[in-house]
């Protein structure tokens, strides 16, 4: 099975080469042109929250992306060595407050979960994993 | 990322129109970098201001705590905070985390000036 890969120090100056490899090996995977859009919004989500939250300041760290396609499935998995964070435990935003109610924050991992079909968690060997799942209808 | 021009002001009858010029907004120091310019506008006396992301084609969640910020801020001064000419996919990010119930959102920017001057 064709996996797609980076690993990459957890620094913003990084997040860049990051996102340029996530739009390359989504084209390359062949996803769905409309779809594409929706898979690169989650994962640029991911990875921006372990370069910023993963490591304390004084703490180097990595942070690896692997897509892979089975069918009309695409699977992208996000690891880092950082401390324990399981976004999927993260309670949902109330969307519905008025601007000046509006917590700042929050809305990137409402975002992840409504962008991709599913979203699962695991911690193991002192990994974080974070497992983005998008599927989309066959056509023909 | 960050030296790129990150956007150009245009006055347009009573609305500043921000164009933000580039089509990533994914790093965090280009969020804090335009939540201190639109809420610079607004505690300027700028009662209308309307952010043009038609150049923006890939936007990070970080942004929309930057436009709940400004927002804030209009709100404080009784100000208005609009967006024109979103992309399908960033439409799809505002209505998820709910900030097309919270702003303007006009299809281009000659549609929202004719709607903002009646206003």
Redesign the interface.
């Known amino acids: 099975m064709n996996v797609l890969s980076l690993e990459k120090e957890a620094l ?1 100056d990084n ?2 080469e990051l ?1 340029v490899f996530v739009e390359q090996a989504l084209a390359s995977l062949n996803a769905p042109v409309s779809d594409r ?2 898979m ?2 989650a994962l ?2 991911a990875l ?1 929250n372990v370069v ?1 939250y993963a490591y304390p300041e004084d703490q180097r760290g990595t942070v690896g992306i692997h897509l892979r396609r089975d069918d009309n499935t695409i699977t992208a998995e996000v690891v880092d060595h950082g401390k324990p964070f399981d976004p999927t435990a993260h309670p949902a935003p109330d ?2 407050l ?3 109610q ?1 917590p ?2 929050g ?2 991992i ?2 992840m979960r ?2 991709v079909s599913s979203l699962r968690y695991y911690r193991k060997n002192g990994e974080n994993h974070l497992v983005l799942t998008t599927l989309w209808e066959k056509t023909g | 990322m960050s030296d790129a021009i990150l956007f150009i002001d245009e006055n347009r009858q009573d609305v500043k129109l921000v164009h933000v010029m580039a089509q990533r907004l994914l790093d965090p120091q280009q969020a804090d970098t335009l939540t201190r310019h639109l809420c610079g506008l607004f505690d300027s006396g700028v009662l209308c201001v309307l952010v043009d992301l038609g150049s923006v084609q890939r936007l990070s969640s970080i942004f929309f705590r930057t436009f709940i910020m400004a927002g804030k801020k209009a709100g404080e001064k009784k100000a208005k905070l609009a967006f024109c000419n979103l992309s399908s996919n960033i439409q799809e990010g505002f209505a998820i985390t709910g900030l097309t119930d919270l702003f303007l959102i006009y299809k281009n920017e000659n549609d929202a000036l004719g709607k903002l001057a009646g206003k």
């Open positions: 913003r997040l860049e996102f859009g929706k690169m919004m640029d989500e921006t910023l969307i519905t008025p601007i000046e509006r700042i924050g809305l990137g409402h975002l409504n962008l």
